[in-house]
């Protein structure tokens, strides 16, 4: 059975072709789309539906008896090329692994309203040096907000404040296959990260052009392997 053209989504599509040049998690309406789409879906615990909608001067709302959360979208890869610019430099053009363009495999969406002012998760992933955007480490982060924060982690705070956020996908386990995230896990269930961790005590940016190069790979393979596994839940769906 096809998927009607409503619930299609196709995870070749580049967000940037429909941005005019400003930021997709913004400005693209088909990104937009794909967010309702994907994620508007029963949750975890059999504590309802996570029913995604536009509303004027907000970019996606979830209203229901389990609260109301303000959503917005981010990116889940980063190429590093302005925090690892000097790096790049050194990598023959030929070298670099191609681009695959920002998919659907690429997203996600977490709380978007600052509480008390402070920074929501998308600004402090990018703020943090520990992090520098990477969401392998976020990942990592997250899965020890689950576990009862019995280890620090960099953005330790920022979680605890949308603690109500978290509470919907019930565990760490609950949270990976809401997302479809289970491509950054290991076999034993821990972060299959893209660069060398030790505890937030390594560079989160490579250090030189082979780790580059080895970051950019898991990255991509990552991008791929999410795709695959959104276009399943599609078709699952029809």
Not at 14 to 40: A, E, I, V
Not at 96 to 120: C, E, H, Q, R
Not at 198 to 221: C, G, I, M, R, W
């Amino acid at each position: 059975m096809e998927l009607e053209m409503t619930e299609y989504i196709d995870t070749s599509f580049d967000f940037n072709s429909d941005s005019q040049g400003r930021d997709p998690d913004s400005d693209s309406k088909t990104l937009k789309d794909y967010h309702r789409k994907l994620w508007s879906k029963k949750l975890p615990c059999g504590s309802g539906r996570f029913d995604l909608a536009p509303e004027p001067d907000a970019y996606l709302v979830h209203r229901s008896s389990n609260g109301v959360h303000f959503m917005a979208s981010d990116a889940i890869t980063t190429r590093l090329q302005k925090r690892a610019g000097r790096i790049i430099r050194n990598i023959p053009p030929e070298d670099l692994p191609a681009w695959p363009g920002y998919t659907i495999g690429s997203s996600i969406v977490f709380p978007g309203n600052k509480v008390d002012g402070k920074m929501t998760i998308n600004g402090a992933r990018g703020f943090s040096r520990k992090i520098a955007d990477r969401f392998d480490l976020t990942l990592e982060c997250i899965r020890r907000y689950y576990d009862g924060r019995q280890e620090w982690s960099p953005l330790e705070d920022v979680l605890l404040r949308y603690k109500e956020f978290f509470a919907l996908f019930c565990d760490f386990n609950g949270y990976v296959d809401f997302f479809l995230l289970q491509d950054l896990l290991k076999d034993d269930g821990e972060i299959d990260f893209f660069h060398d961790f030790d505890n937030f005590n390594t560079p989160a940016v490579p250090q030189n052009e082979t780790e580059y190069l080895n970051y950019l790979a898991k990255s991509n393979s990552f991008i791929s392997a999410r795709n695959a596994r959104i276009d399943g839940e599609m078709q699952n769906r029809a």
